[in-house]
């Protein structure tokens, strides 16, 4: 008993000890929660050693506008527009080693369809996507067809099945058919609440693969009909020259052609 007393009595002194002289990040406001935009401020108190300069990091990626060189100890950071900026924020001071404080941007959930509307041919399967980059992530996703009699659960249907991780949710329909064409809307939750947002899919016919081919060949079917039909009828128009108009003025051509002929005969005598 004695014995554990004294060595909280010791791990007490050691923690005043820390905290008194250690170096120290005090982070404002240590959480922010269900705001429209916030400030964050680091004030980093005893460093170890020289600082030399600072940034910003956002889910552990440099924020590049906010490095900046110099000893400065407190630094501030201004998260604007939360809802689609929410996230895991830290402050770094570089020094020998560099000094991190964290602060939790919490925000409202943000869902965005990775593409507004998606292609896919019939008999193919359509895999329609939507993302969510939110801080705290999604926990529950949900997909619905837009019907004219509301939104009708896909979840727990042969042909659909759903694929979701924290950042984003994939719904795939196998074996499509033209009634699967239409609005599909993913839903994420996180603790702060929901949001929505729809992608269009549109579903190509089987035909629609043969277009370029049926052209093709409705283009030969013209043309041969065209040759076709121009050459029977060119036909008869040969023998008709020849029965009406043709053999009577040949007739007579041909007996001018002799007078002539006789005339340049004489005349060449
Ligand atoms: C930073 O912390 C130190 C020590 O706690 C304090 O004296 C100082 O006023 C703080 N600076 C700001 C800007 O809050
Ligand atoms: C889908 O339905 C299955 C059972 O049919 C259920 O276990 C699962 O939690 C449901 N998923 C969603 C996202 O609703
Ligand atoms: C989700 O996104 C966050 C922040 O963008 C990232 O840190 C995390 O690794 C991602 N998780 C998955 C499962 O991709
Ligand atoms: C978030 O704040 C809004 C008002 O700004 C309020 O209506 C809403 O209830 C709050 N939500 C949570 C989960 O605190």
Redesign the pocket.
């Known amino acids: 008993m004695w014995l554990l007393w004294a060595f909280g009595a010791i791990l007490f002194s050691f923690q005043q000890a820390f905290a008194g002289t250690g170096p120290v990040i005090v982070v404002k406001p240590e959480e922010v929660?269900?705001?429209?935009s916030a400030t964050l401020s680091c004030n980093f108190t005893n460093p170890a050693s020289p600082i030399t300069g600072h940034h910003w990091e956002k889910n552990g990626k440099v924020i590049e506008t906010t490095k900046k060189d110099g000893a400065d100890r407190y630094i501030e950071y201004t998260v604007s527009k939360i809802e689609t900026n929410s996230g895991k924020y830290s402050c770094v001071f570089h020094s020998e080693p560099n000094a991190k404080g964290f602060i939790e941007v919490k925000g409202?959930i943000h869902v965005v369809a990775h593409k507004r509307s998606e292609n896919a041919n019939e008999n193919d399967k359509a895999v329609l996507v939507c993302d969510c980059h939110s801080y705290p992530p999604a926990t529950d996703w949900s997909w619905y067809k837009v019907t004219e009699l509301g939104l009708q659960d896909v979840n727990g249907t042969e042909r659909y099945s759903i694929k979701s991780t924290p950042n984003s949710s994939s719904l795939i329909i196998m074996d499509l058919n033209n009634e699967d064409a239409g609005d599909y809307e993913c839903s994420g939750s996180n603790?702060?609440?929901q949001a929505t947002d729809t992608i269009h899919l549109r579903v190509r016919s089987r035909l629609a693969a043969l277009w370029p081919f049926l052209g093709i060949v409705a283009e030969v079917i013209v043309l041969v009909t065209i040759i076709f039909i121009y050459e029977k009828r060119r036909k008869p128009d040969e023998i008709n020259d020849d029965d009406d108009s043709g053999s009577a003025p040949l007739k007579s051509n041909s007996a001018t052609n002799h007078k002539d002929k006789n005339v340049r005969q004489r005349n060449s005598n």
């Open positions: 929660n269900n705001q429209t409202l603790e702060l609440g």
